[in-house]
């Protein structure tokens, strides 16, 4: 064989072998399994916080980690199936994100592979950790209280709109927790004095007649319920709420920078990148059961200026002076 040619061989060879040695190192990476029963577009956000608090503890998706990312999108009966595969590949963690319909089934299937989540839920109530302090599992995680702040929710709109005789709450009902905390809701409304009207929506083909239903119900204002699948449709339903001129209160500031009326909840980006820097002590070691479940401790109340002006709306100067975020 000619030199030139042995040369060209030896190229086309290390051409050939490169492909599968790229493919070794890469499965040779540990694999994060991220689950949400939401749609990546709109998470786009809360997946560049959770790669921030991955890098903080020194991990890049593609360099010395993978992530592989599975979205129901709003169709829960997807998640057993995506839980599956993950404990079938033994993945190094698995992060279900957006509270008990996903949480429950990757618990339910995995009782040793590490599990980071994050969500509104009482992990504690739904069996994921012994106590928030000391997990003492194979689970931990941020909860943001997102369900148990509805009350408060409740009262600003009620400081918003004081002569609404009713405020429609919109829940997913394939929340596992939207029935719990629809009765919270009505105990809470109850002893105000205020009357709500729950209005179920199970997918987004729901959301017109939704809102013609809080139409025909006379409502003055609109509580829109944490749930995640709702979050990730935040577009469609600030849309609609500005065309039936109704005023709503959402759980997170996403809603309000979609040209919503008002928020308040948690500020997300922060509890992903907590998300992402427990999945990253794990990867080195850590132990899901020595990391203490972590909560929110301060909380956003964001109001649309331009919002309320469209409305007719006048926001009252006690609610501007808690205000966190205005957007004028």
Known sequence: MSQYRRRQFLIAAGSFLAVPLARAQASAMPVIGYLSNGSPGPSSRFIAGFRQGLSEAGYVDGKNVVIEFRWAEGQVERLPGFVADFVRRRVAVIVPVGG?????????ANATIPIVFQGGSDPVKLGLVANLGHPGGNATGVTSNSTELNPKRLQLLRELVPAATMISVLVNATDQYAEESANELQAAARASGQQIHIVNARSEHDFDAAFTEIRAKRSSALLVSPAPFLLSRRAQLVALAAKHAIPACYGFSEYVDAG???????????VYRQVGVYAGRILKGARPADLPVLQPTAFELAINLKTAKALGIKIPQPILL???????
């Open 100 to 108: 008990a319909t996903t949480w429950v089934p990757v618990k339910a």
């Open 260 to 270: 919503g009326l008002m928020s308040y909840g948690v500020n997300l980006l922060v």
């Open 322 to 328: 808690r205000a966190t975020r205005v957007i004028e």
